[in-house]
């Protein structure tokens, strides 16, 4: 059965940083792509970030993201992280992690999902 447990959620200010983790059980992880993906209240959810399987040499980003959250993994921990910096009160939302073989479909269409981590920024 396959797990994904975020954690590292929480209250932060305009401008600070958090990291968030997920933690994979019962898959190969080193041979998933791993995403995270977002939905702020009466929104829809949205992609935020995708890194490919193995090394993780590919990544990418949403627009709204780019240059203030970075996506990483960790394969001997299972794990795969989202830093995230100069957060915006428009960050607040409950943060996923998704997973998938394919890296195209980590975007689109993930195969697992996350319960979801919540992120709030004040301002």
């Known amino acids: 059965q396959v797990q994904l447990v975020e954690s590292g959620g929480g209250l932060m200010q305009t401008g600070g940083s958090l990291r968030l983790s997920c933690a994979a059980s019962?898959?190969?992880?080193?041979?998933?792509?791993m995403g995270w993906f977002r939905q702020a209240p009466g929104k829809e959810r949205e992609f935020v970030a995708a890194?490919?399987?193995?090394?993780?040499?590919?990544?990418t980003y949403a627009d709204s993201v780019k240059g203030r959250f970075a996506i990483s993994r960790d394969n001997a921990k299972n794990t795969v992280y989202l830093q995230m910096i100069s957060l915006k009160p428009e960050d607040t939302a409950v943060y996923y992690c998704?997973?998938?073989?394919?890296?195209?479909?980590?975007?689109?269409?993930?195969?697992?999902w996350g319960q979801g981590t919540q992120v709030t920024v004040s301002s």
């Open positions: 890194i490919s399987w193995g090394g993780g040499g590919d990544t």
């Open positions: 998704a997973a998938s073989v394919r890296f195209g479909t980590v975007v689109t269409d993930p195969k697992y």
């Open positions: 019962g898959l190969t992880f080193s041979r998933y792509g």
